[in-house]
């Protein structure tokens, strides 16, 4: 570790990972290169409750499984200054890189884009154990590691004979049939070698794959506001038509892929759901870059995610060209039960007019209403365009 200035400070993992203190936000630099991945502590585990860590194989599953106070803004997360909460993103990288980059021991969403950024920039350890951590993680058959792995196009790095020694591990193609949006993201070889072994699954897969031969058109949508509107829920409904009651919140960004057909049209959705905190919205100008529309959610419960509007449309107008149309459609959000409504529906249309919005919906993730209506909505939209 070594200060460099008042506003900086440097810790050097090895020659290809370097993390730095500046302006009071942790940096992290792959090969002298600012590496733009969201990243924050996430567990708070007391000492005399590391026996529940007994049958937790990863940290993926100790955030579905454990203490949350790290999220929302929670308690220990307000507390922490930004030069403990460096150090902890120092001691937690240095670990991971003393263990042979085991992508258990950090975050997912953070350890898989890391250890490829370290590979593409020639870290010879990276590359000793880039495919190993994919085909081991695979392995472990946690669905949401393995969907992660699917969807974001990592089969794509194993050869046919490392795919095939995996093949058999149980809930695998299971889990590959029913979480894949995208089959482009599948080996055409492993697409087919599916489809033959498991008869029972083809009709499945066949629902799945009669947009998949091409699209009339591909659209970046971006899904928005603040914390705990449950853009997440809203979705995972979509993806998959289930409810995920306990839905952590997003840290930073999260990417999936949907194909549908609109009016006819095979259409290519790749969702961006952003988390609603407001120390992840910096993320926001990066990534809807691209965009061809999007969401815009708020909890009809709570009065201030609605107030937030103006706060989230300038973010997005910055980056967002006049000349080139981007339909919002605003999308009021049905809490969970117990809590009233405090938002009519008039009151939100007029907002979103207004705001010169381009539609507006309520929508259930509990019971379904209206989530493939406000999608579909959007996607229409944006092929009128």
Known sequence: MKRIG???????????????????????????????QCKFLLLNIPV??????????????????????????????NKLTPETEFWGHCSNLQAWYENGYDTRIIHRNLAFPLLKALFEAGDP??????????????????????IYIINQGYLKFLSHRELKTIL?????????????EDFSNIPKWLYKKIKKQNPDLRKSIR??????????????????????????????????NLFVSDSKMTIGVDFEVKSLIVDNFRVKLQIWDFGGEERFRFLLPTYVRGARGGLF???????????????WLSILKK??????PFPIIVVGMHPESGRDRKILAEEGIRIALSNNTDGFIECS????????????????LMLQI
């Open 6 to 36: 008042k506003d900086l400070v440097e810790f050097k993992v090895n020659k290809y990972l370097v993390l730095k203190l500046e302006n009071r936000r942790t940096n992290i630099y792959v090969n002298r290169k600012l590496f733009n």
């Open 297 to 311: 959610l708020y909890d009809i419960s709570r009065r201030s995610t609605l107030a937030h509007i103006g706060d």
């Open 168 to 180: 058999d591990t149980p809930n695998l193609v299971a889990n590959i049939i029913k979480y894949t």
């Open 319 to 324: 980056e967002m060209s006049p000349e080139v």
């Open 48 to 77: 005399d409750k590391t026996h529940e860590l007994n049958d937790i194989d990863s940290i993926d599953e100790a955030a579905e499984k454990l203490d949350s106070s790290m999220e929302r803004g929670g308690e220990y997360q």
């Open 125 to 146: 350890q990276s590359r000793k154990v880039f495919k190993e951590e994919i085909a081991v993680r695979l392995e472990s058959g946690y669905p949401s590691v393995v």
């Open 365 to 380: 993730p509990r019971t379904g209403e209206n989530v493939e209506e406000a999608f579909e909505a959007l996607t229409r």
């Open 207 to 240: 629902k799945k794959v009669e947009v998949r031969g091409y699209y009339d058109a591909t659209f970046k949508i971006v899904v928005f506001g603040d914390e705990g509107v449950e853009k997440t829920a809203l979705t995972q409904r979509f993806l998959t």
